[in-house]
């Protein structure tokens, strides 16, 4: 487990706890194939909450545009990039 | 500005297409609608084949099969199968009705919430902004089924940050601490103000003024919709409750939206000079309570409402039990191009049963 997460960046660490808060999951259960609307907990209720949750982790407020487009883990690193976040 | 940013903007805005190339575009889009849910929804074929000779193709806007909204709920009107469906929406519902079921696949979700960004981002920008929810929180609870009240808080909520509930759960109470630090936090800064009219108005309003409390919310947009039925039996004037909420709240820029349930997405926003405007998405025609005749601009109708969002339900096309009048074809001072109206209220019951008469579903 420790030699996993030391492949891993810090940031991506940061948003695989965003992702938990905001989603209600636990960190074990945060990868590439989260989907919203298809992984059970990413409703449109909990997708408020993890927009809430990614906003204050990185102090950044995510455009509307941002908020509709991020619908998957992979799509979230993506996004966060444009706001200066490096993975 | 270069000739690609101009086009750019103008796709970006949801009220600059030419009323003719909107016709056509329009047609077109609602036709293939009509076709496609006469192949996978059995009642509304019979619909169609009982009032409009099972025809799906029309060669005007005015001609296409209308629908009464109320049939949303008597009928189970649906386009996809039940599998497919990923969340269905339920109106409130008046006392002794049953509520609609409006029911979604992903695809027609998904451009609800399009239709809803492109338009609401015209009036708010694309920054989010912190909201301010008149309501309680207990409205979003719940899982894949939705009141029209929590659909449109959520629906919204995307369009703010820091949001924060104004009213608290179990009174309905303002909370006045909540709001206040709302305040403290945001001083300067534009807000959003997003809330159902008429629990506004009781809630939040008429609460203050019974208190004397007056507040300040500064640089703020207010949007507020789901109908002024109480406020119409008390009377109260879409200026007056302008007038008031400045007064008391201070909210400096107020837009009522027009819009149900079973049309969610394609609202009709009040612009600054207090008329509602179609959208790309959307277009408005009046009728005849009566002979269901189109009325010309300026008489007062039944509001028909089309939009291009539904695919997993036959709403595309439906007439409203809302009393209208369309005001014009482009012209409205705000610069938005298209038709432009008013709403009335809504028709008295007992002329109702007339209309919905003349479309019994033959079983």
């Known amino acids: 487990m420790q030699e996993d997460k030391l492949t891993l960046s810090e940031s991506e660490l940061i948003l695989r706890r965003a992702f938990a808060n905001g989603l209600q999951i636990s960190e074990e259960s945060v990868n590439d194939a989260l989907q919203y609307a ?50 | 500005m270069s000739a690609e940013l101009t086009a750019a903007l103008v796709r970006e805005d949801p009220y600059a297409e030419d009323c003719a190339e909107k016709a056509t575009r329009l047609l077109a889009e609602m036709n293939a609608l009509t076709s496609f849910h006469a192949e996978r929804c059995l009642p509304y074929l019979r619909i169609l084949s009982a009032a409009f000779h099972a025809k799906t193709q029309f060669d005007c806007l005015a001609d296409l099969p209308f629908i009464p909204v109320r049939l949303f709920k008597e009928l189970e009107l649906r386009s996809q199968p039940q599998e497919l469906i990923v969340k269905t929406l339920t109106s409130s519902g008046t006392t002794g ?11 027609t979700a998904s451009a609800q ?23 309680h929180p207990g409205v979003v609870k719940g899982q894949n089924t939705f009141s029209a009240r929590g659909a449109g808080i959520l629906g919204f909520s995307q369009f703010g940050a820091d949001h924060t509930y104004a009213l608290l759960s179990d ?26 009219t008429f629990i506004l108005w009781q809630h939040l309003l008429l609460v203050a003024e019974q208190d004397g409390r007056k507040l300040d919310f500064g640089d703020s947009i207010l949007i507020h919709g789901g109908g002024w039925k109480k406020l119409e039996e008390s009377k109260v004037s879409n200026t007056e409750f302008k007038q008031r909420l400045r007064h008391t709240l201070g909210i400096r820029s107020i837009h009522n939206y027009y819009g149900m349930v079973e049309q969610t997405g394609s609202i009709f926003m009040e612009c600054e000079e207090g008329y509602f405007h179609p959208s790309d998405y959307s ?81």
């Open chain 1, 38 to 87: 298809s992984t059970p907990g990413w409703d449109s209720v909990a997708h408020m909450a993890l927009i809430a949750s990614l906003d204050s982790t990185f102090d950044i407020m995510l455009d509307t545009d941002d908020v509709l487009e991020l619908s998957s883990y992979p799509k979230a690193r993506e996004i966060l990039r444009k706001y200066g976040v490096r993975f």
């Open chain 2, 171 to 196: 009174t309905l109470h303002p909370d006045w601490e909540a709001i206040g630090s709302f305040l403290d936090r945001h001083r300067r800064e534009r807000i959003l103000l997003f809330g159902f």
């Open chain 2, 97 to 107: 009705q049953r509520p609609s079921r409006i029911f979604l696949d992903k695809s």
């Open chain 2, 113 to 135: 919430v399009h239709a809803l960004v492109r338009i609401v981002r015209s009036f708010l920008g694309i920054k989010r902004l912190p909201m301010l929810i008149l309501d």
């Open chain 2, 283 to 363: 277009e408005v025609i009046v009728r005849d309570p009566r002979s269901l005749e189109v009325r010309t601009m300026g008489a007062p109708g039944l509001i028909e409402s089309m939009s291009t969002i539904p695919m997993s339900y036959p709403g595309h096309v439906l007439l409203t039990e809302d009393l209208g009048i369309i005001q014009g074809p482009d012209g409205c001072r705000c610069g938005r191009r298209g038709t432009f109206f008013t709403v009335l209220g809504r028709l008295p019951t007992a002329e109702l049963r007339g209309c919905s008469d003349t479309y019994q579903v033959p079983s």
